[in-house]
């Protein structure tokens, strides 16, 4: 055999090889995409189940009073519940509730770290007053460093830029944190607090995948200022000052009357919608 005729017998077959090689690509590639299709699938499955599940809990849920609501809340969710508390007057008049009942939940709260002093002050209050230790969770070390060295200490004034990646830093990446591994979020948003948040709901399937529960959804301020009163739950001393809406001291004015609530918070921004980024929907 000479060397030509040899070199042909020795790769006679590569040709072939190559072509199984690409078969059999294109089957594990098609083989991908089903399962991709399948997962797609399942997934919008899914979703209707929750979506369903969402409107039949809202139907339960919607002629009964707040205290109601969070107790069959808490025995329809399997799971962790995580209530997330500012000490506004909302999250004081559920805390009351959730404690009056002894509903089983996380209450958690995010310490910004630029809080007004009279909130640290009804903490410690409100923790005495229920006899609940309720956790913080702080901004990570690092990333608030580089924020500060970035944009200086009050930065935010300066762009909203610089104001929304303070509040991220300070409260939604935080809040990440404290809703790890939960079924359902309790949280004291109601309709007439700003035109924006009029497009919230009493309970929703948030972009997280949790049910959460306004349960004060539908109530007025009065309403829950009565309420308050009433139950001597305690409140904010900033409540009498002018404050309706409270977050940050750098952030929070008082209002003056007309003003909508939350035309305190961040006012020295003309447009936008108040918000800091934990209600990502609203």
Not at 75 to 104: M, P, W
Request: glycine share 10%.
């Amino acid at each position: 055999m000479d060397a030509r005729t040899q070199n042909e017998t020795l790769f006679a077959g590569v040709p072939a090889q190559q072509g199984q090689i690409a078969d059999g690509g294109a089957a594990a590639t098609a083989e991908d995409n089903a399962g991709r299709q399948r997962e797609r699938n399942e997934s919008s499955s899914n979703r209707d189940i929750l979506k369903e599940r969402s409107r039949r809990l809202c139907a339960i849920l919607a002629d009964v009073s707040p205290g109601e609501r969070l107790g069959k809340f808490r025995s329809e969710i399997d799971g962790k519940l995580v209530f997330t508390t500012s000490f506004g007057l909302e999250d004081q008049v559920i805390l009351h509730l959730l404690a009056e009942r002894n509903i089983d939940v996380d209450i958690v709260t995010l310490d910004t770290g630029r809080l007004f002093s009279q909130t640290y002050e009804l903490w410690a209050e409100t923790e005495r007053r229920y006899g609940k230790r309720i956790r913080a969770f702080y901004p990570q070390r690092h990333t608030l460093e580089i924020l500060i060295e970035e944009h200086g200490i009050n930065g935010f004034y300066d762009s909203r830029k610089a104001r929304s990646a303070c509040c991220g830093i300070r409260k939604v990446e935080p809040l990440k944190r404290a809703l790890a591994g939960a079924a359902g979020w309790i949280v004291g948003l109601r309709a007439d607090q700003s035109e924006h948040r009029r497009g919230a709901a009493l309970l929703e399937r948030d972009e997280r995948n949790l049910f959460k529960l306004s349960p004060l959804f539908d109530w007025t301020r009065e309403a829950v200022r009565g309420f308050a009163s009433a139950n001597r739950v305690p409140i904010n001393p900033l409540h009498d000052q002018g404050f309706e809406s409270i977050g940050c001291a750098p952030c929070t004015r008082a209002i003056t009357p007309g003003e909508p609530e939350r035309a305190g918070r961040w006012w020295w921004e003309q447009n936008g919608n108040k918000e800091c980024g934990l209600h990502a929907g609203q």
